[in-house]
């Protein structure tokens, strides 16, 4: 009986986390989001002034996009359709970040750059299966921008802790009702792939066969948050932990072209901390530390313990960050949305933002997919 209610406040108490620190931006963060791109020094701020008359929200709150024709890219598109090459699309994991795949697939469509092959891991594979499933754009940029925190919180379906901490019925639900009720691969517009993880092997599975949905369920399986996905004799959780920008397997499924769309929230730190002798403290190997890494360690030791979803989230967020460079390789565009540094776990209510910053990246990264086709097509 006591254990039951142990479980049970357990439950409360995640969903308390949940509300007050990850599912909605601490007090402490500012709401214009102005993070830096990963692959150029502007900031979002920036790149919504350069783009305020090509990307722009109407007075209906939808994000419309205003391009104006590129004749050199329809030729070098014109020579791809003749020499048969096909452009595949790696949709990479990060939550509420992946939003941000809405924007990019957005971009590609206005400019008629064809997706022939997707393949998604975690929210990747969300996004991409609803779109191979017929879904459009507008519905899908639809349904993001209606998520609100008392829609989030509505998705949120606890289990009693021991495997996972939400069951994800009623996400499974929801993406039912979008375009995925009943479709099993075989049925998809646009060949698709979804990439989970053997938690007991770490091998990294992929799924094209079968019920799409169940294969989006193993995908998303957040470690710790999500109840694994038993498939067959395995139990799959989230293909981030060994994937999280499935290039390799566009790759396999026979793309020439291969656009990759990464939401690594953190840059891989590479410095060395190690104990100092004298004063037993975790320190930079370094023989002296800067004033600014003085000012930091100060600041640090006045913040309390993170919770435990913080703890999973950041901790995902390292370990993807740390094999996110390896899985880029083969990749002929990179895509790095702007501001998802600044985008938690479960920030959904902030689709809006994180759309635009797909959109973004996908318009400043014209001229390197390009500069991709041209290789390909000596």
Excluded: W
């Excluded at 396999?252 to 190690?274: F, N, Q, R």
């Amino acid at each position: 009986m006591f254990k039951n209610i142990f479980k049970i406040l357990l439950v409360f108490g995640l969903l308390f986390c949940l509300s007050t620190s990850v599912l909605f931006v601490s007090a402490n963060t500012k709401d214009t989001v102005t993070t830096e791109n990963t692959a150029i020094d502007l900031t979002y701020t920036d790149m919504e002034s350069l783009f305020a008359d090509k990307i722009f929200t109407n007075e209906y709150g939808e994000i419309k996009l205003k391009i104006e024709r590129d004749p050199e890219l329809e030729e070098l598109l014109s020579e791809c359709k003749k020499k048969g090459l096909k452009f595949g699309l790696a949709l990479g994991s990060g939550s509420a970040r992946g939003l941000a795949h809405v924007g990019v697939i957005q971009v590609l469509e206005a400019y008629h750059i064809p997706i022939d092959i997707i393949i998604g891991t975690s929210i990747g594979s969300v996004v991409g299966s609803l779109y191979a499933a017929g879904a459009s754009i507008d519905q899908l940029e639809e349904a993001a921008l209606s998520i609100k925190k008392s829609t989030t919180l509505f998705l949120i379906d606890p289990a009693l802790p021991h495997s996972g901490l939400i069951s994800g019925k009623k996400i499974e639900e929801m993406l039912n009702d979008l375009a995925l009720e009943d479709k099993t691969f075989d049925d998809l517009k646009i060949p698709f792939a979804a990439v989970a993880t053997d938690v007991e092997s770490g091998a990294e599975v992929i799924l094209n066969q079968g019920k799409v949905i169940d294969a989006v369920r193993a995908s998303i399986s957040i470690p710790g948050i999500f109840t694994p996905v038993k498939y067959q004799d395995y139990y799959l959780v989230d293909g981030g932990v060994v994937d999280p920008v499935p290039v390799d397997v566009v790759q396999k499924m026979g793309a020439d072209i291969i656009i990759a769309v990464s939401l690594a929230k953190l840059s891989p730190y590479t410095t060395v901390l190690i104990i100092n002798k004298e004063t037993g403290s975790l320190e930079e190997e370094l023989e002296k530390s800067s004033i600014l890494q003085q000012k930091i360690a100060q600041v640090k030791s006045t913040f309390e313990g993170p919770n435990i979803v913080e703890v999973i989230s950041q901790s995902i967020d390292i370990m993807e960050a740390k094999i996110t460079d390896q899985c880029l390789e083969g990749a002929d565009v990179v895509i790095v949305p702007f501001g998802i540094k600044d985008i938690n776990l479960f920030d959904f209510d902030k689709a809006e933002s994180v759309i635009k910053g797909g959109m973004m990246a996908a318009m400043i990264n014209i001229p390197e997919i390009k500069r991709a086709i041209k290789e390909k097509l000596e």
